[in-house]
């Protein structure tokens, strides 16, 4: 089984709509996690880590589900912006316990 | 404060040649990190450093080696290209290795093995 598995889409949504990513982990000593965004032939870019309480960034809201193994993003009013794939990180303990998930993409249509 | 630079950003090479990959860092970070990202994949670790001198292997190290002789570097060497290493890799940094720190990573380099 995968350390960490996302749904890969494509998610097609218009402006202004919600759309929400899932995100499961397998193992439950994982400790720290985050989601980061990749434009089209870009680098990743953390876009807000996700604490145990849920945590809320402008448009875009986290939440961690311990009990269930799996994070989730929350994007309100989608903007064309917004078009990009979404990774999802599990961190265990030590700097080679880091997990991509495969990303989820997005497009945003007008 | 340029972050983490990475050349070349495209490159291509005959199998069985072999090439180095730069990637410097100017945020005094001790943590560096080498991944690949292969179409429609996630990345995955190659090799990491947590310092100066100390290097270890990720997920995937075969084919490639690295050396960590300054804060600032960590080169990532490919002795004998191979089709398999065609990809995009990416080298970040963080400041440690602790769970709650991000990583910072570069634009990646593009490389083709024909």
């Known amino acids: 089984r995968k350390e960490v598995e996302q749904d890969p889409g494509p998610f097609n949504v218009p402006e202004g709509a919600t759309v929400a990513f899932n995100c499961t982990y397998s193992?439950?000593?994982?400790?720290?996690f985050f989601w980061y965004r990749q434009d089209c032939r870009k680098e990743p870019k953390l876009l807000m880590s996700v604490y145990s309480s849920g945590n809320e960034d402008g448009r875009f809201t986290a939440q961690l589900n311990r009990a269930s193994q799996y994070i989730s993003l929350l994007i309100r009013d989608s903007k064309l912006s917004d078009s990009a794939t979404y990774l999802c990180v599990v961190i265990r303990t030590g700097a080679n316990n880091l997990f991509f998930g495969t990303g989820t993409r997005l497009t945003v249509i007008p | 404060n340029a972050g983490v630079t990475q050349t070349p950003k495209f490159r291509i090479l005959k199998i069985g040649q072999s090439m180095t990959l730069q990637c410097t860092q100017d945020?005094?970070?001790?943590?560096m990190y080498w991944y690949r990202q292969d179409p429609g994949m996630g990345l995955k670790l190659i090799y990491y450093s947590v310092g100066a001198g100390i290097t270890d292997k990720g997920e995937v190290p075969n084919g490639y080696n690295v050396s960590r002789s300054t804060t600032e570097d960590f080169p990532l060497r490919l002795e004998l290209a191979a089709p398999s290493q065609t990809s995009v890799y990416f080298c970040?940094?963080?400041?440690?290795?602790?769970?709650?720190?991000?990583?910072?990573f570069g634009d990646g380099t593009r490389l083709s093995i024909l």
């Open positions: 945020m005094n970070h001790n943590y």
């Open positions: 193992n439950s000593a994982s400790q720290s």
């Open positions: 970040a940094s963080s400041y440690s290795g602790r769970a709650d720190q991000p990583q910072h």
